[in-house]
């Protein structure tokens, strides 16, 4: 075989090498999404959530398990970081995540808020991330969740509505820092 011949083979089994990781990859994401859906079913936002508190935009982070700042969740919509938001409502909090339907959380299921500084592939400065302690229930039961979210204005404002609405369900929120 000729050099040129070689390399031309060479090419081809180093590309069908990288088309094959590739689909490994896909295949792999695709089936921790349709486990974990069971884990984080969307839930649809009530006609009627109650009293506004406050609307911040900003942006989603990540969902992770609670605890667990790198055990991603990406079902639901949760995977991905992008634009995303949160309105606080005196009886739950409707979570916005850009290019899926707004997701519910009640109040009862809040476990809290508090302030992170990392989350999976992200890490900001000391507090910069407000971290949101919820509680999903799905088919495979309650699962403790924290959704990360980065506000540009205003975060401080965010983290005491969340806090405030967590409290008053009589749920403990964590003050200060958070551990990650």
């Known amino acids: 075989m000729s050099g040129d011949a070689a390399r031309w083979v060479l090419g081809g089994v180093i590309l069908l090498a990288v088309a ?6 896909v295949r792999t994401w695709r089936t921790r999404v349709r486990k974990q859906a069971q884990v984080a079913p969307p839930v649809p936002v009530p006609s009627d959530p109650g009293t506004t508190v406050g609307s911040w935009d900003g942006f989603s982070v990540a969902t992770t398990r609670a605890d667990h700042p790198l055990e991603r969740i990406a079902a639901g919509g949760l995977g991905f970081r992008g634009r995303g938001g949160l309105t606080v409502h005196e009886t739950g909090v409707v979570m916005h995540l850009a290019g899926e339907p707004d997701r519910w959380i009640a109040a009862a299921l809040l476990r809290g808020a508090d302030r992170a500084t990392a989350a999976i592939d ?22 403790d969740l924290d959704t990360y979210f980065r506000f540009p204005q205003d975060d401080a404002a965010a983290l005491v509505a969340l806090q405030e609405l967590s409290t008053k369900h009589n749920h403990p929120h964590t003050a200060g820092e958070g551990t990650n």
């Open 122 to 143: 992200r890490v900001v400065e000391p507090g910069g991330l407000v971290r949101l302690r919820w509680t999903a229930t799905g088919a495979a039961g309650a699962t």
């Open 20 to 25: 094959a990781l590739f689909l490994a990859m």
